[in-house]
């Protein structure tokens, strides 16, 4: 594999959305040899303004200042636009952008109707400029190794994946109107998986959604909310009586068009273990997540007189089955900082990057960015229909039968030379 | 606890059904001082004569053999019947031994219909006689002590439950139809949740479903049927194409009356370590059977600088929320032979003949066992119409809103004193 971090020519990039994630890109970005932040944007405040102090401190150069997202698009001064603001605006503000005439990187949670992911896609095909969502866990260290597995044929064929987001997030939450974080009102009046696309990104790379595979259906139920109630009464007496709509545990099903079934949970208001939940089932083993366990048959070890067939520790295949990608970015990262979250901002980041220098589509695309979303929307109509599956829209028009690998080493659909 | 294994008055069984679990049935069952098996039956070869021989062998009296099942119940000679045949057959013979005179003890897992689940239902409550299902793991030592912590109230308010059955079954499944074992048929025919009592029972018990509770709604997808079918190819090639229809991983997600949501996986052909999946989410904390891990807000340990609140190992608290029931079983079994299954057997079989020594309704009912097995039904219902949810019909008609309690040492719904 040639160093995919190479420098390469300059990409200036416009940065909409200045919370504590915004400027987690916006750092990330910065730190790179061959990008510039050259434009910042925020409503809130000083936000916009401090973030140009405190990047002109770091890295010498000072970007614009915006508080008006239309007045940053229509000034230009950028080749890209990172879009890093509220689960309600992503899709709103990149649609924006690509009428502008710039490419997007976007980060993505909950989407709000299939209205919007229709126009983003529609948007994006018309402008042929492309949309990348920062979805990082696909790059993600452990997620990397079990998809290096995978198309090495060790789970044999895949037959079901779960996931799951499982975060305490009471002061996230509950102080949201406060600190202006974007979860609260969600919870306040939707019941819905709200936030799918840490585990779908990499499950829809172990099984090749929207390239030869889709999902078909998703089905969702949710338990009575109460634990964020519980935690509001008591930290937050001033705001009453809130009538909080998103269920404690959200779960659902979700069929594919190749014949595999997905899990997800979702669950942020219970006191818990921070969990992605990844498993993978297929006709060779199992992995599971939580408890870092896998079985491979013929391979793991069945102690003496044992009928159960328990599972192995994961942790030594993670380092055995490290993807390649992650091996190369090991080594370059000896001699830069990284960045937080393991790297795996790093690497969405840099993707993004890398398709805007070699001009070639995103390794994660729009396709990815509203399948993902979407699963938000129809999770919502099915607990409201008591369960009832809801048709997952082909946003690709067909073209997912045909659809190869992404191109570029950043892409996740084969694994690297 | 007064010690609840103290003999009793006697009770004679009649056993109808002599596989391996049978056979298991019959030997815990003349293993207990007040317990006498006079009457064995099995329509399979000389299985009847066979174990008839082998009990006096063992135990020293002889039960009469049959081959017939009305022939036995109509020959009696018992105060009791216990049925442990096939999944189709376990209801029917039920109401026949009912309709004869007898109270039920019987095997359960897959529901074949509605209407037998009703027929059941109303031919107990006609005749008066009871019918308790061998649902063993209610009795499990991890399943009792969980039970025991949620009653507690450690978990706080339980929001959502998880349970599967993951056992690889190539060899019992793929060569049933040599080994007349029960489960063939219905893979090669049915896809839906063959098997939910296992984690179904005790999570029935945390939960209160018939008591105060109960479940409304079972929804299920499955994946594609892979697995077997492999297995069948390469060590059952004079079966030639077998068309098998049971999915290799069947989800289902199930909604209760008070707000809780339950999810069930059902996989047995697949390679695979065995589990049965247990989960409990509360708003207190949470435990995992797979990799027995638990996480209690306010008491497990959270190490210095770190902010995802790793779960700590569930082993310890097993131990020490010993359930009081398996404390005073322990004690009582350094004295006699325990039998398989870790105890839990002993107990569920113990609970039956102490329901029918004291006159009084066993601990699990008629209507736990057909909630239970309807779940296969509504599970199937529910994957043919792709994912629809399906109604669990109220086999209590309302009585379920005011039932309290089981009584005597074994009920679950509270604990002992």
Known sequence: MTNPFAPGRVIRVGVLGLGGRGMGHAYLLSAMPDVRVTAVCDNYGTRAVDAAQHLQEKFGTRPEPYT?????????????????TSWQTHMRLAIKALRAGYPVGMEIGAGQSLLECQDLVRTSEETGLPVMPFENCCYGEVETAILHMIQKGMFGTILHCG??????????????DVTHHYRQPHFFHRNAELYPTHEMGPIAKYIGINRGNRILTVSSIA??????????????????????????VVTSMLTCA????????????????????????????LWMENGNLIYLAGITPIPEGVWDHPPEP???????????LWKAYEEYRNS????????????????????????????????????????????EQSVAMGGMPQAMPDFTNGAWLTRGPAEGPFALDTLPE
């Open 258 to 285: 190749n014949g595999e079934t997905i899990t997800l949970m979702h669950k942020c208001t219970l006191p818990c273990c921070y969990s992605r939940q990844g498993r993978v089932d297929g006709t060779k083993g």
């Open 336 to 379: 830069v900082t990284a960045g937080a979250h393991g790297g795996m901002d790093y690497l969405v980041d840099r993707a993004w990057i890398h398709s805007l220098q070699n001009r070639i589509a995103p390794p994660l695309d729009v396709y990815d960015a509203v399948t993902w979303m979407a699963i938000t929307v129809l999770s």
């Open 223 to 248: 338990s009575k909310a109460v634990g964020l109630s519980e935690w509001l009464h008591k930290n937050r007496p001033e705001l009453g009586d809130v009538n909080v709509r998103e269920g404690d």
């Open 163 to 176: 996931g799951g987001y499982e975060h305490e997030l009471f002061d996230e939450i509950g102080n949201g």
């Open 68 to 84: 008006d997202a239309d007045e940053m698009l229509k000034a230009g001064g950028f080749d890209a636009v990172a879009i890093i």
């Open 314 to 324: 994961a942790a030594p295949y993670y380092e055995r089955y490290r993807h390649p």
